[in-house]
């Protein structure tokens, strides 16, 4: 590996260190050789994503050019043109390395494209849509390098796990979404329960605010029900991995449970006693073993 490549697996292991803490932990898990894949593919993830969320103050036709200028870089890299940009080197060897699908690339940038001038969901099947680039393609991405003894069966379920740790982020960051001007509780959710944009704005969790939560909540326990099966059929060298990330991220929305839906005093987070002794189990856990076990409760 050449330094400038080493450098850059090491800055998107740096930004992963400091923005993903819990699926960091978890890749801890993993054999060192796929550390670094894991680390390039979370750096991209999260740049796109700082460039939509971090640049709030600039006009959001400045934001969409350098979302704009950023994607065209990781194309003209994709052709094998030589490009300047500290991060990208490792996000094409990955690909390159595993022959990752290039559709799920382009969704993502097209979902975060989406983040520049949409601010809420009519329906959950339009939120799907926006999460189908936005979480779904992680999951996908993340097959190859996890390995499985059948990716066939084992792709569905890793969609769905990239949708429930959206779901999870998206419960657990109502406040947070608010101060970007935006809400990923589609307004059918909403309404069925009778809370309105304003009301949310007010951040204080009424019993309206709850239901609607605890709603929430079921969906997302839905998502992770589906992507259960999938972690058996990782390679044995993966599972204490995605056991741990699973549970750890299914703990955030106990949390949620614990604090009774209160999103907005303080942020859901999974003390680290419980972060150690997920991480413990998960490695003691036989491989194959259903997740069924170590559901979220």
């Known amino acids: 590996m050449t330094e400038d490549l080493a450098a850059s697996y090491e800055r998107c292991r740096e930004l992963h260190r400091r923005h993903g803490r819990t699926y960091y932990l978890a890749t801890r898990l993993l054999p060192a050789w796929k550390?670094?894949?894991?680390?390039?593919?979370?750096?991209?993830?999260?740049?796109?994503?700082?460039?939509?969320?971090?640049?709030?103050?600039?006009?959001?036709?400045?934001?969409?050019?350098?979302?704009?200028?950023?994607?065209?870089?990781?194309?003209?890299?994709?052709?094998?043109?030589?490009?300047?940009?500290?991060?990208?080197?490792?996000v094409l060897h990955t690909i390159a390395v595993f022959d990752l699908d290039l559709a799920d690339f382009d969704a993502f940038l097209r979902s975060m494209a989406m983040d520049l001038t949409v601010?809420?969901?009519?329906?959950?099947?339009?939120?799907?849509?926006?999460?189908?680039?936005?979480?779904?393609?992680?999951?996908?991405?993340?097959?190859?390098?996890?390995?499985?003894?059948d990716p066939a069966a084992a792709r569905e379920p890793?969609?769905?796990?990239?949708?429930?740790?959206?779901?999870?982020?998206?419960?657990?960051?109502?406040?947070?979404?608010?101060?970007?001007g935006r809400t990923y509780l589609p307004?059918?959710?909403?309404a069925r329960f009778g809370?309105?944009?304003?009301?949310?704005?007010?951040?204080?969790?009424?019993?309206k605010i709850k239901d609607l939560l605890r709603y929430e909540v079921s969906v997302a326990k839905d998502h992770y029900r589906q992507a259960a099966p999938g972690i058996p059929l990782l390679h044995p060298a993966s599972q204490a991995c995605m056991r741990t990330a699973y549970r750890l991220y299914g703990g955030i929305l106990d949390e949620v449970e614990a604090a009774d839906y209160d999103v907005f005093t303080r942020r859901a987070t999974v003390p680290n006693q419980r972060r150690a002794t997920v991480a413990i189990s998960s490695i003691l856990t036989r491989p194959g073993t259903p997740m069924r076990e170590v559901a979220p409760t």
């Open 35 to 90: 550390r670094r894949h894991v680390h390039a593919l979370y750096g991209f993830t999260r740049y796109a994503d700082e460039i939509v969320d971090r640049t709030e103050a600039l006009p959001p036709a400045e934001r969409a050019a350098r979302l704009t200028d950023w994607s065209d870089r990781f194309l003209a890299g994709l052709r094998g043109e030589p490009i300047a940009d500290p991060l990208l080197p490792a």
């Open 119 to 149: 601010t809420s969901y009519a329906t959950y099947d339009d939120l799907l849509g926006y999460m189908e680039g936005s979480a779904a393609v992680i999951g996908t991405m993340m097959l190859p390098i996890l390995g499985s003894q």
């Open 158 to 180: 890793a969609r769905q796990l990239g949708l429930a740790f959206q779901l999870t982020n998206f419960i657990r960051d109502v406040a947070e979404d608010l101060d970007l």
């Open 187 to 190: 307004d059918e959710h909403l």
């Open 195 to 207: 809370v309105t944009r304003e009301d949310l704005e007010r951040r204080v969790a009424t019993p």
